[in-house]
């Protein structure tokens, strides 16, 4: 008989991984276990239900008992592994002991917030990582009965895309960050620059080159104040500043883990055996990459793999599509600092290659009608992970 699979996690990785062992086995037991609901749904769409006055009913495509129904298998949800023993091959779930058979660590990745949050002032800061996120920031909109004041901290990809999409929605937005344009990490200067200038005119409020100095109240208002001292108000404030992958199970379990994630090979095995990681919690053979189409690869190599197929995963010169309706922003970041830019464009439509100190093409930014490009320059761009 094939070894039970459990699999911690029922985000985009833990139940991508599922279905696919269910495709290609009909009857091994498969048991997935998640500390919050269970739901399945998209976690890419999360960040477009503001534009489109989704509730969070609207945004998950099935319940947990759905999805054991359709995966004949156990989903356990609002469950929290405390511990994994390698040696026995058991998971400790507070007194309870469960054993396992093969199993994958598909925690994800937590936000980050880089400051103290006041204990009086938790219920008015938010970060949204997933479905359960966003039922509670949703819930917080509605409470007020009328367009919110959100004070965004970070101007990367995700508080780029609720800044787009909750201005959308009719609620005014302050982005506040350190660096001088937004998506500093995707975009050179001067693509950055046009995305900043669509922003404020469709009534962005952006507060770049500035930190968070302190959080306070200020009667019934959140009161922000900056590194160079001036004040903001704001109903509520959503912390946008970067994700950690979830390592601490697995660390504590004696696997190699690191900054960048739980370290597996191309396999996805990890340095204890029987023990995969897969998602944003895996660093692959150096390279943790967290959006999408790492992660549907990942889950299909894996689940070849636990089927009797080992199989490594690839990665390809996959762009990042950034969901910025303001403006349309395509970018494959380059592993490496480039050596310089080559920037081509006028007003909000630019292309830019980053190359190396030999002139070779390693990654590119798009903005505008240029993102057009994307399939053009992807043929001959590097693959992230050959």
């Known amino acids: ?122 219920s008015r800061v938010f970060a949204i990582n997933d479905l359960d996120d966003y039922r509670v920031f949703h819930a917080a909109l509605a409470r007020l009965a009328r367009p919110a004041r959100v004070a965004i901290i970070g101007s990367g990809l995700v508080g780029c895309e609720y800044a787009n999409d909750l201005v959308a929605g ?34 962005i409020a952006l507060e770049t080159g500035r930190t968070l100095a302190a959080l306070g109240e200020d009667g019934d208002q959140l009161a922000l104040t900056l590194d160079d001292g001036r004040s903001l108000e704001a109903d509520l404030v959503l912390v946008a500043t970067g994700l950690s992958p979830r390592t601490a199970l697995a660390e504590a379990a004696g696997l190699a883990v690191g900054p960048e994630g739980v370290h597996t090979d191309r396999y996805l095995a990890t340095s204890q055996p029987g023990i995969h990681a897969l998602g944003d919690v895996a660093c692959v053979d150096g390279v943790n990459a967290m959006y999408v189409q790492p992660l549907q690869a990942g889950a299909k190599a894996l689940a070849a793999t636990l089927t009797g197929t080992p199989t490594p995963v690839a990665y390809g010169p996959w762009p990042i599509l950034v969901k910025t309706p303001l403006l349309p922003v395509v970018a494959l970041p380059p592993r490496q600092v480039p050596a310089h830019w080559r920037i081509d464009g006028e007003g909000r439509d630019w292309s830019a290659r980053a190359e190396d100190e030999n002139g070779r093409m390693i990654g590119f930014a798009l903005t505008g009608a240029c993102v057009r490009r994307k399939v053009e320059l992807a043929r001959v761009a590097p693959a992230l992970l050959i």
């Open 1 to 122: 008989m094939t070894a039970p699979l459990t699999i911690l996690g029922t985000g985009m990785a833990g139940i991508q991984l599922a279905r696919q062992v269910r495709a290609r086995d009909a009857a091994r037991p498969i048991t997935l276990i998640t500390a919050d609901s269970g739901d399945d749904y998209s976690k890419p769409m999360l960040s477009t239900g503001f534009a489109k006055g989704l509730p969070p009913s609207r945004l998950a495509s099935r319940d947990a008992l759905s999805l054991a129904e359709g995966l004949d298998a156990v989903v356990r949800t609002h469950t929290r592994v405390t511990s994994i023993d390698p040696l026995t091959k058991c998971l400790e779930i507070g007194a309870e002991t469960l054993p396992y058979g093969e199993l994958v660590l598909a925690t994800g990745a937590a936000p980050v917030a880089p400051f103290a949050i006041p204990p009086a002032l938790a």
């Open 170 to 203: 009719g609620h005014g937005v302050t982005l506040i960050a350190p660096e001088p344009t937004p998506l500093a990490r995707l975009l050179p200067e001067t693509l950055g620059a046009a995305l900043n200038d669509a922003f404020r005119e469709a009534g």
